[in-house]
T-cell receptor
Framework: EAQVTQNPRYLITVTGKKLTVTCSQN?????MSWYRQDPGLGLRQIYY???????DKGDVPEGYKVSRKEKRNFPLILESPSPNQTSLYFC?????????????FGPGTRLLVL | GIQVEQSPPDLILQEGANSTLRCNFS?????LQWFHQNPWGQLINLFY???GTKQNGRLSATTVATERYSLLYISSSQTTDSGVYFC???????FGAGTRLTVKP
């Protein structure tokens, strides 16, 4: 089954404790991205990757890191989480980053930073 | 950057009613998609529709790119249609704030 998976689905952590949220897709997609969703704001893009070893900042990259060492994986790293990073996070992928592509979203990761 | 506004922000319907959700955008777009986020948080792609009209069962969407808006129609609504509907535009998927739809039995 074609899908985007994220782990963990739920995470409670404390300020300053490094964490990684994994994202994996099995569709051989080139383009992957991370979003955060906050009430009243819709989804905002954090980082995106056009292909392996190619990443770039989205609208709200501060406090986050990403890497794209393999085509299928695009982990999101919070080096020193803070309470304002409490949010619902989505990973997405599409065949390419072109204008004609449909994006497929993972199930989401709910993060609470105390 | 491009602004995306959705209306109404909230909509409550009785089962069986029809509804129209609107997405306005401030500049020309080369990609527009509609998504449904169900009550469990899952995001489902409904339509890829940068222009024209598409239909899928009880749902249809129309984008009038020259006038910078898109409409999502839901006919004969069901309780399973409840959730938040988002439109998103362009390659960087700039999202609107969403329309929260509640369908009551």
């Amino acid at each position: 089954e074609a899908q985007v998976t994220q782990n963990p689905r739920y995470l409670i952590t404390v300020t300053g404790k490094k964490l990684t949220v994994t994202c994996s897709q099995n569709m051989n997609h080139e383009y992957m991205s991370w979003y955060r969703q906050d009430p009243g704001l819709g989804l905002r893009q954090i980082y995106y990757s056009m292909n392996v070893e190619v990443t770039d900042k989205g609208d709200v990259p501060e406090g986050y890191k990403v890497s794209r060492k393999e085509k299928r994986n695009f982990p999101l790293i919070l080096e020193s989480p803070s309470p304002n990073q409490t949010s619902l996070y989505f990973c997405a992928s599409s065949r390419t980053g072109g204008t004609l592509e449909t994006q497929y979203f993972g199930p989401g990761t709910r993060l609470l930073v105390l | 950057g491009i602004q995306v506004e959705q209306s109404p922000p909230d909509l409550i319907l009785q089962e069986g009613a029809n509804s129209t959700l609107r997405c306005n955008f401030s500049d020309s777009v080369n990609n527009l998609q509609w998504f449904h986020q169900n009550p469990w948080g899952q995001l489902i792609n409904l339509f890829y529709i940068p222009s024209g009209t598409k239909q899928n069962g009880r749902l249809s969407a129309t984008t009038v790119a020259t006038e910078r808006y898109s409409l999502l129609y839901i006919s004969s609504s069901q309780t399973t249609d409840s959730g938040v509907y988002f439109c998103a535009v362009n390659n960087d998927m700039r999202f609107g704030a969403g329309t929260r739809l509640t369908v009551k039995p």
